[in-house]
DNA sequence: TCCATCTCCATGACACATCATCTATGGAGG
DNA sequence: CCTCCATAGATGATGTGTCATGGAGATGGA
């Protein structure tokens, strides 16, 4: 094992700041979604994604991609979001392996009632303080980091289901 | 309620490619340190402060501070790492209310094992792709919008307790 | 056809985070 | 001294994420 290149103080600091602004700013977005009506950001994004799917419907999988989360949380998540009543479950015709998820008008009213204070929050606290330039520089870093991510691999995965750079896929900014 | 001030489609894009860029970044580096020693990267954040702290003792109100977490998180991460061995606890001579948490032999071991590969993968996944301009950037970013969390306060906390935003470091290419 | 294998999804165990609440001590003012 | 409140920290309930595993249905040869 060859000597590990250590941080520098600048890089450390750069790394740190980075951390702590994710956290700062999941931890703010979670309450102020859970304050205003009840919601995870988790949440959030499930019914975003299945409100903007033809039908409100979508099957699991296909969510589980366009989250990139892993399957069983997206298997426990929506079995939570089934229990409070903001999606249903019914049995897929063409693949009878799976299913289809499909908001609830309960759902559909939360998530139209949520986005507008949500987008509101992160405009306010992420979007405003920066400039279009240092917006533009954060997407280019991004995808370069996660092009890296990409390639490197699941080391012991070598073949890795090649998709996704930062595509579009509709976020926090919907229109419901 | 005025209409809220939707997010453009690059502006998605760039939220997006930011939140994706974190969980994967921070899925990779959990993995790897859990499979190279078995801690989780807030084992590893814990220890590296202990390490650091002068006799390998710190207040835990003083690693709260430093990690910036809940009170009941470091609490209750405390107790997990205690009973893994990985710190002890000492009765507080000065404030009876108080305590000291110290390092042990192994948990000493384990950042000592932990921290060349943890710092290693940090560098190849996240540093290696990018240039300084764009590190430095970064963290002038952060800066900003952790300033603005901090001054739009926990809304209902008029009076927040100012402390550090990442102080900027001077000369590396930016423009606000 | 039959069998291996892959895909889609659920589940239980456990680690972790947050919230509300609780104890005990410290300190200031009467 | 006592009272009131702030601070340090622990704890239990609950929601959330990951890992390992399992099972049913699809798929593709031999």
């Keep these: 094992m060859t000597e590990p290149r ?6 450390q600091r ?16 979670n309450r102020q979604l859970q304050a205003a009506c009840g919601l995870s950001l988790a949440d959030y994004e499930v019914l975003v994604h299945l409100s903007e799917a ?22 426990h998540q929506l079995a939570r979001m089934r229990q409070r009543g903001l999606v249903t479950r019914e049995r897929c015709g063409e693949d009878r392996r799976g299913a289809h998820v499909l908001l609830t008008d309960a759902g559909r009213q ?3 009632t949520a986005a507008p204070g949500h987008v509101e929050t992160v405009r306010r606290l992420f979007f405003d303080p920066l400039t279009e330039d240092q917006v ?9 980091v996660l092009a ?8 012991g995965d070598p073949e890795a289901p090649r998709d996704e ?6 976020g926090s900014g919907r229109r419901p």
Tied chains: 1, 2.
């Design 54 to 75: 033809a039908g409100g419907r979508a099957r699991p999988h296909e969510l589980q991609r366009a989250l990139d989360w892993e399957q069983s949380r997206l298997s």
């Design 14 to 29: 750069a790394w740190r700041a980075f951390l702590l602004m994710h956290s700062r700013l999941a931890a703010r977005l």
């Design 110 to 112: 939360a998530i139209t």
């Design 148 to 155: 890296r991510l990409d390639d490197d691999g699941a080391p």
């Design 6 to 11: 250590w941080l520098a103080a600048d890089e």
């Design 136 to 144: 533009a520089a954060l997407h280019t870093l991004a995808g370069q």
């Design 165 to 170: 750079a930062p595509r579009d896929a509709g």
